[in-house]
């Protein structure tokens, strides 16, 4: 059974900051993986893709890499910004349909 | 081109009535899932659909919960007699191609029982 661990739960940093968001998956057996944001009270905004393929993904100041063999992504945020807070949350497929995804890291970067 | 589609965003039933959850997936679209997120929990699975098809409903309980996708018209999650656990945010996602595709989320529907 497929499970997603994100560390850490909650991250507090000052403006300007790069920061590492971490998530681990059991079955390395995964086509892609997803990072998602989520705003209080919001729906999600997908952020970046990785494929299996892949190693790494960028989108402006989010850089996304894929370690299928050890189970583990990061996301990498440069140079944090207050309109950065948010919820972050990774997700993998399932069976070619369903998402399981991780719990979630908050994170607020303060102005 | 329209995101995904919900509504309404937000739904107050009491206790025994129904909930009724649109969703309009993307243009061009036809794979739809459902996810909840109860208070303090992630994000689950629920259902998973094509037109007039449910695929996949392995997420969704047994009871008083269903679910459709028909030829014409947006998806329906529907709660029968809500109970205050049924209090959540429902979301719908859509693909626009089967299996391991970027699914692409609505705003949800925060759906509170009293």
């Known amino acids: 059974k497929q499970e997603v661990t994100q560390i850490p739960a909650a991250l507090s940093v000052p403006e300007g900051e790069n920061l590492v968001l971490n998530c681990s998956f059991t079955?390395?057996?995964?086509?892609?993986l997803q990072w998602f944001r989520q705003d209080p009270g919001k729906g999600l905004t997908s952020l970046l893709l990785?494929?299996?393929?892949?190693r790494e993904q960028t989108s402006g100041r989010l850089n996304a890499s894929l370690d299928k063999s050890s189970g583990r992504s990061t996301l990498y945020i440069a140079a944090s910004q207050p309109g950065d807070s948010a919820t972050y949350l990774c997700a993998v497929p399932v069976g070619g349909n369903k998402l399981v995804f991780g719990a979630g890291t908050i994170l607020r970067v303060k102005s | 081109n329209a995101g995904v589609m919900q509504n309404p965003r937000h739904l107050v039933r009491r206790r025994g009535q129904e909930a009724r959850l649109r969703c309009s997936p993307m243009?061009?679209?036809?794979?739809v899932y459902w996810y909840r997120q109860l208070p303090e929990e992630g994000l689950k699975f629920m259902v998973y659909l094509q037109k007039e098809n449910i695929i996949d409903e392995s997420g969704m309980p047994k009871e008083r919960f269903s679910a459709e996708f028909p030829k014409e018209g947006p998806s329906i999650l529907r709660i029968q007699q809500v109970v205050r656990g049924d209090s959540a945010a429902y979301f719908c996602?859509?693909?626009?191609?089967?299996?391991?595709?970027?699914?692409?989320f609505g705003p949800g529907t925060r759906l509170t029982v009293t």
């Open positions: 990785i494929q299996s393929s892949q």
């Open positions: 996602a859509s693909s626009q191609r089967e299996g391991h595709y970027e699914q692409y």
């Open positions: 243009k061009g679209h036809s794979h």
């Open positions: 079955d390395s057996a995964i086509y892609n």
